[in-house]
């Protein structure tokens, strides 16, 4: 079972760049999100999304945006990188909000780092 | 600012001690707080959860304490092991699904 899986696994980027952080996932799961991990900040959300065509912006959102075309994919685009994007961002799904299992399924992660 | 704030940032815990690490929140509209194990190199990973209409929670060495009134809640490790360190995050869920996740704490159990 694959999960949720993010590619690429490491990147390096040069301020000014962009790039597309890719996150599929395989459960038929509505609810998609992007999060970043920074040391002592814990993860912060991004962007999400709860369905096809939904996209919302969370807590981080500026510098980054989101699509929603199909319920499989969720792509998190870096506009033009800048050094404080640099960390390690996170992919997750989960089912619908009415569902009593409300667990949020990681992917491995993104090293990110701006030069 | 930060809805959940954890501590310790860092615990260094004998093997077979207990483990506590402990998180305050604000928002009393949150309805489900889990909380997550990330090993290296790896996302994190559902350990445990609980809602706001149990005190407790228990699962094998893994237990949740959780305080309504104080807007508390804390994970007991029992008999911790070397395999449980980690990095453990609180997290609060409000209505769909926007986990807001605590700051983190690094948890080291010495063999």
Same mark, same amino acid.
Request: charged letters at 15%; a neutral charge; glycine letters at 8%.
């Given at each position: 079972?694959?999960? =949720? ?6 990147? =390096? ?7 597309? %952080? ?20 814990? %993860?912060?959300?991004?962007?999400? /999304? =709860? ?22 994919? *969720? ?20 089912? /619908? ?7 949020? *399924? ?8 701006? =030069? | ?10 615990? @260094? ?14 928002? $009393? ?9 990330? !090993? ?7 350990? @445990?959860? @609980? ?10 060495? !893994? $237990? ?8 508390? !809640? ?14 453990? !995050? ?14 983190? $704490? ?6």
């Amino acid at each position: 079972n694959a999960g =949720v899986t993010q590619t690429p696994k490491f990147q =390096v980027l040069k301020t000014g760049q962009s790039m597309t %952080l890719q996150c599929a996932q395989d459960m038929n799961h509505e609810y998609m999100s992007w999060y970043r991990q920074d040391p002592g900040m814990g %993860l912060r959300l991004i962007h999400y /999304s =709860v369905g096809a065509g939904i996209t919302d912006q969370g807590e981080v959102p500026n510098g980054y945006n989101v699509s929603r075309s199909t319920t499989e994919d *969720f792509p998190l685009r870096l506009l033009s990188a800048a050094p404080s994007q640099t960390s390690v961002y996170f992919c997750a799904s989960s089912f /619908s909000e009415t569902a009593l299992n409300t667990e949020a *399924f990681f992917g491995q992660g993104t090293r990110l780092t701006v =030069v | 600012q930060q809805q959940v704030k954890q501590s310790p940032q860092s615990l @260094i815990v004998q093997k077979g001690g207990i483990s506590i690490i402990n998180c305050a929140y604000e928002n $009393t509209a949150f309805d489900y707080f889990p909380w997550y194990q990330q !090993f290296p190199g790896k996302g994190p990973a559902l350990l @445990i959860a @609980i809602r706001p209409d149990v005190s407790e929670k228990k699962e094998g060495r !893994f $237990t949740i304490s959780f305080n309504k009134s104080a807007k508390q !809640f804390s994970l007991h490790i029992m008999d911790s092991q070397p395999g449980d360190s980690a990095t453990y !995050f609180c997290a609060a869920i409000q209505g769909a699904q926007k986990l807001v996740f605590g700051q983190g $704490t690094r948890l080291t159990i010495n063999p």
